[in-house]
Structure formats: structure tokens, C-alpha cells
């Protein structure tokens, strides 16, 4: 296939570099002129995704028109908060039958919008399908080919299965699923528990705080996804509970370094400053909290990060009123 990847990123660039090893004419496209300039002249993304050696097939520019054109897939590996107005420069250019995958993680701060949504709206392409893939997926091991699954979502089976045809390979293994709204809030909701357990790390806790954080964050996930439609089982599968675990986890999480920082006492808006890297959890815990607001669904620890975040709330005051809430159930529903 004649693909194009639209965010040099270092998910980009590893999924870029992937498509090549596995047939496809893959361009990508650059923000930055000096990461085209590095891509194709020393084979490498040194500030996205350093070490990983890349393939001279695979060729990087700055012009939409280049890397849209006459493409029959397109990747959008763009920052949440930034994808409309990528969406926006690319729709020009491109195929009314071309397959389009979202593989960014996030919701639209602004419109409270799932991504697929967004591309929706700005390709504005009738019989393009949008496709979402999401799941485990540290950019750092896929680019040591690591073993690793992932999932991409359509209600339209032809194209998720084109989709995971066009990206499985012997170290990334696809399965497919049909709610797409689910995988995508799995995705972008899990960035919000990675950077709670994160803070937790920093306050100095250990194992025990964060598995009960985590699974109790999984609740939260699974609450607000059914309330938007989207199927409980998801949240149990691999753009639920499996990228909640690698990001709150994970060594190279961002979203749970980011935690660690404002953990150990630094300011948010500092640990932000400090980084060229995107924290999508901090979006998408303003998103998320507006969500909860909207439809009347209780979210506690997201309600905490929102104060953390945004107001002013110390972390250990955030822990100890979750700790002291009024006692309730496990189990949701008892019959």
C-alpha cells in the first residue's frame, strides 16, 4: 500500500518504520523541518525516538500535499489537542476512498470529542472509513520489536481487518473489535490513572496504593464508557486494562513520570515546561472530568486529578479525601 503518517513523533516513527518492514511506501510527515532532515538523511528520529535505527526506505517532509496524496492509508499519530488542525491542512489532499487510522490517544478538550470523531468532522470524506488503533504500545519497545498486541476498532469489520492485515508483523500482533468508542476511551482515559499512580510513587507509595488506584480506575473507565455507549468487556481487554497497566506501570510512561514529578512537590505547569513531550493525561483529565459533570457520572479519582490539576488541591489531601469517603460497594449492580 501507498501509505501516509501524518505525526514524526516517536509513535509515529514506529509505526512508520514498522509499515516499511512489512512491504508498504510509507511517507511521514515532519511539524519539525530538522526531524524530516534526520529521517532521511541519517536514517534515525533522535529526538522522539532515540536509538531505533530507521529503514532509507522510509522517507520524511514538511508539505501535506506530499505525504497525503494519492495515499491509500493514512496515520494520524497527532497530540490530541492539536489533531483538528492537522486534519484540517491534510483533507485537501486526500483519496475519497482512503482508510484512515487514528492512532493518537486523547479527547478534544474543546467539544469533549473522541478523535475518530474529529477526523470525521474535518476530513468530512463520506466513504472514508476511520479505523482506531490503540492498545500497550510504548513507542520505545515496538522500535526494539518487542513483542506486543494491539487492537483497531471499527464497526465496519472489512476495514479493521484491512487495517490489522496492513500493521501485523511477527513482534506486533493485531486483533480487531468492533467499538471503536470504547478502544478510543480506553486509550485516552488510562493517561489520567498512570499519572495518579504516578503522584502516589512520588508521595513515597508503594505497591499496594496503586493496584487499588489502578483497579478502581479501570471502574471509572468502564462507568463513563458505558454511559457514552460504548461496551463494558472492552475496558477488560487491551486499549482498557492492558494500557492501563504498561502506562501506570511502565517505565517509559510519560503520563506516569509526569505524576512522579508533581508527586515529589514540583508544579504542574513546571513539569510540563520541562518536557517537549506531550502529557495527554492532563487533557484528557479536563475532558474527562467535563464528561462526568455532563452526564452525572460519579468519578471520583478523576474528580481529585481534575483539583490536583487544575485547582490547586495538594496530592496528599486528594489521597487522604478519597480514603475517607463514605463506604460502598465493589459490585456495582447486586441483584
Not at 472489512?158 to 471503536?180: G, K, L, W
Amino acid at each position: 500500500m501507498k501509505i501516509g503518517v501524518v505525526g514524526a513523533g516517536g509513535w509515529g516513527t514506529a509505526l512508520a518504520r514498522l509499515l516499511v518492514e512489512n512491504g508498504h511506501e510509507v511517507v511521514i510527515w515532519a511539524h519539525e523541518k530538522e526531524t524530516a532532515v534526520h529521517i532521511n538523511q541519517s536514517h534515525c528520529n533522535p529526538r522522539f525516538l532515540p536509538g531505533v535505527i530507521l529503514p532509507p526506505a522510509l522517507k520524511a517532509g514538511t508539505d501535506p500535499a506530499e505525504v497525503g496524496k494519492d495515499k491509500e492509508l493514512l496515520v494520524f499519530a497527532v497530540p490530541s489537542q492539536w489533531l483538528r488542525a492537522v486534519a484540517r491542512r491534510f483533507q485537501p489532499f486526500l483519496s475519497f476512498r482512503i482508510l484512515v487510522v487514528n492512532a493518537g490517544k486523547g479527547i478534544e478538550v474543546e467539544t469533549l470529542k473522541c478523535l475518530s470523531e474529529v477526523l470525521t468532522e474535518e476530513l468530512a470524506i463520506p466513504q472514508a472509513q476511520i479505523v482506531t488503533l490503540s492498545g500497550p504500545n510504548h513507542s520505545e519497545e515496538v522500535g526494539k520489536r518487542f513483542p506486543t498486541a494491539t487492537v483497531v476498532a471499527s464497526s465496519d469489520l472489512q476495514s479493521a481487518e484491512t487495517a490489522q492485515d496492513v500493521f501485523i508483523s511477527s513482534y506486533f500482533r493485531v486483533y480487531t473489535n468492533p467499538d471503536r468508542l470504547g478502544v478510543e476511551l480506553g486509550g485516552a482515559l488510562k493517561n489520567i490513572f498512570a499519572l495518579a499512580a504516578g503522584i502516589c510513587e512520588g508521595l513515597g507509595y508503594e505497591d499496594n496504593t496503586r493496584a487499588g488506584l489502578v483497579t478502581r480506575g479501570l471502574a471509572e473507565m468502564r462507568r463513563l464508557g458505558e454511559a457514552m455507549g460504548a461496551l463494558p468487556m472492552t475496558f477488560s481487554g487491551l486499549s482498557g486494562l492492558g494500557d492501563l497497566f504498561a502506562t501506570a506501570a511502565g517505565r517509559h510512561s510519560r503520563n506516569a513520570w509526569a505524576g512522579r514529578e508533581i508527586g515529589s512537590g514540583k508544579k504542574v505547569r513546571d513539569v510540563l515546561a520541562s518536557t517537549p513531550l506531550v502529557v495527554e493525561g492532563v487533557p484528557t483529565t479536563k475532558a474527562a472530568y467535563r464528561l462526568g459533570v455532563k452526564l452525572g457520572v460519579e468519578l471520583p479519582i478523576i474528580n481529585k486529578m481534575y483539583k490536583v490539576l487544575f485547582a490547586g488541591l495538594a496530592p496528599q489531601t486528594a489521597v487522604k479525601e478519597l480514603m475517607t469517603r463514605d463506604r460502598t460497594h465493589e459490585l456495582e449492580r447486586l441483584d
